[in-house]
């Protein structure tokens, strides 16, 4: 079975986020690292791939400057190879131009089931994946909080409003994931040695056969008109509880009259 | 603006609060307003839909158990692309309206604009508002290329309010062949016993994150909420480490809520948990760290222990009675 796993590599959230000034999109000059959501993806691709004989992941990404920290990081976790798009003429893509690229290359892999994550840390669209499936002409399932395949079916629990729908679609599928569904494992010190010498094909868009007319900020069919500071939420009182921390909240329930 | 469609989901007692804002909102901006919707009883809906503005519904019909997002996308594609297009259709931002949303998107090849929070119209075009870096900042968009344009909405973004127009009228509008796409089908369904009011509709919202340390420790967060006649809520860490079921969960990735009162116990306050939060009237926070961000948008910040205050707060309300 192959199994594609998505990943997004992103600026370090810990780090304070900015946007660019002049095209008002995220800033991602910086290092960018794998997306936490993304490593579940992984984990989950990595554990049901040892569930089917003869299995293998492969990591997809696109990310600028030809990055390759994040993809490192889920090589070390154990991945076989990945594969990078990575072309000056991406800057700016919205969803859909995203989604075309990485099924283009996911494709490459020939997949019997790709994951991905539910959304991504920094962009949460939350649609590039449903994209993909749709135009690789696959079934897909969204939030599976549990994922199991015997390599000819995927079963998942997908979470719902009241809870979660066993669903069952047969492969090649796409999945996302949530974050929870498995623990992912630290990179070990061999897995970070092996990971150097794994293959990573770098791909351009000329690889791919894809337009740069039709990606990127050259094709990108939205603007972001202007970016305003939110109306703020004034700060009320804190006060350290000295023992009267809660008779201070039962003044405050009474005043607001919901007691 | 012409005309607008609504993606219209139900729940167990007719549309979802979500689709009926959603109506309410495609009403102010356009003078024919029409809904596409799903399932084996949808001329039931007719009269709700109808009443928020809606004069007619595309029926996709039983989807037999395949999940939505491929056959009414699908039965969506087939209109627009047969010649009959909107201006815009708005999709609620829940499961499968986001799932609708992906597939719509890339069957029509149109980009869709997501974790809208606002909109309005101007020159002749519709105008987002996202908000950003926690809700701290608000970014507005809009689509550059020929429509119908996407929207996926938040959650209480809108509020709903019926117009009174009569049952709209029920059009077929059946998905056609989905091949390959449609092949992910629902074999079970599993309800939590839920108790007390909606975690999106109560007026009294107690949420709890790690800093309770323990799953235990959150039947105090329950008995709180029960005592005000509240819904319990969650961050996503506590979901995540499996302290509490995930429809429990307030912020980006679960729900949106925007009760009168709002109470944090323990919750840092996370950007992405406040984005979920921060509409409520007023919000209480419990936190033993001084310098949480939860205390930036709190009305009342309690800087303490929650292993003492909740207590005390419970036994408190108890002796009211
Ligand atoms: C893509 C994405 C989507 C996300 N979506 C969501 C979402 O929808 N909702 C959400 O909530 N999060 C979401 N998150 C996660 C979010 O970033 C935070 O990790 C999460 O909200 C933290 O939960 P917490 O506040 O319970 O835990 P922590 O951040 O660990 O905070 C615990 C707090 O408890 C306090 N504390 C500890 N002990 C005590 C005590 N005894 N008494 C009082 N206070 C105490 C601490 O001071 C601390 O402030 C998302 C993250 C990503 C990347
Ligand atoms: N540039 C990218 N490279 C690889 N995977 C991506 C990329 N963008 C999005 N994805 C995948 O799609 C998921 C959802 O992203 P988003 O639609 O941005 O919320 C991510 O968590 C990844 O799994």
Known sequence: MNVVACVKQIPDPAAPASLDPSTRTL????????????????????QLAGNVEGSEVTIVSMAPGGETAGLRTALAMGAARA??????????????????????AIKRAEPDLVIAAT???????????????????MPSVTFAKSVVTDGATVKVERQTEAGYDDVESPLPA???????????????????????????EVLTLADLGIDPAQVGAAGARQEILDVKDAEARGSGEIVVDEGDGAQRIVAFLEQMKVI | MD?????????????????????????????????????GDTASLAAPLGEYGATKVYDVGDLGGSLPGAPVASAVAARVLGG?????????????????????????????????????????????????????QIASARFTAEGPGLFVIRAKSFTAEPAGGGPAEVVSAPAGDTGATGGAVIRDRHAEAASGPKL????????????????????????LASLLHGAAGASRAIVDAGWVPYSHQVG??????????????????????????????????????????????????IVGDVHKVLPALIEALKQRG
Do not use: C
């Open chain 1, 83 to 104: 594969i990078l798009v990575s072309d000056d003429a991406l800057a700016g893509s919205d969803a859909l131009s995203t989604a075309k690229v990485l099924a283009a």
């Open chain 1, 174 to 200: 796409l999945v996302t994931v949530t974050a929870g569904v498995v623990e992912p494992r630290y990179p070990s010190f061999k897995g970070i040695m092996a990971a150097k010498s794994k293959p990573v």
């Open chain 1, 119 to 137: 959304e991504s840390t920094d962009g949460y669209t939350g649609t590039v994946p449903v994209q993909v499936a749709e135009l690789l002409g």
């Open chain 2, 200 to 223: 999106d509709e109560a007026a009294v919202v107690v949420s709890g994150g790690r800093g309770l340390g323990g799953a235990d420790a959150y039947a105090l967060v329950e008995e």
């Open chain 2, 84 to 136: 009959d297009a909107p201006d815009a259709v708005l999709l609620p931002a829940s499961y499968d309206g986001r799932d609708v949303a992906g597939r719509l998107s890339a069957k029509l090849d149109r980009p869709v604009l997501t974790n809208v929070t606002g909109l309005r119209e101007a020159d002749g075009a519709l105008v987002t508002e996202h908000p950003v870096f926690g809700g701290t």
């Open chain 2, 252 to 301: 980006q990735t679960g729900k949106t809520v925007k009760p009168t009162v709002y109470v944090a116990a323990g919750i840092s306050g996370a950007t992405q948990h406040l984005v979920g939060m921060k509409g409520s009237k007023n919000i209480v926070a419990i936190n033993k760290d001084q310098e949480a961000p939860i205390f930036s948008v709190a009305d009342l910040g």
């Open chain 1, 27 to 46: 800033d991602r000059s910086g290092k960018l690292i794998l997306d936490d959501s993304d490593s579940y993806g992984v984990e989950m691709a990595l």
């Open chain 2, 3 to 39: 005309r607008i469609w609504v993606l219209a989901e139900a729940g167990e007692s007719g549309p979802t609060p979500l689709t009926l804002e959603l109506l309410t909102a495609a009403r102010s901006l356009a003078s024919t307003v029409e809904a596409v919707a799903w399932g």
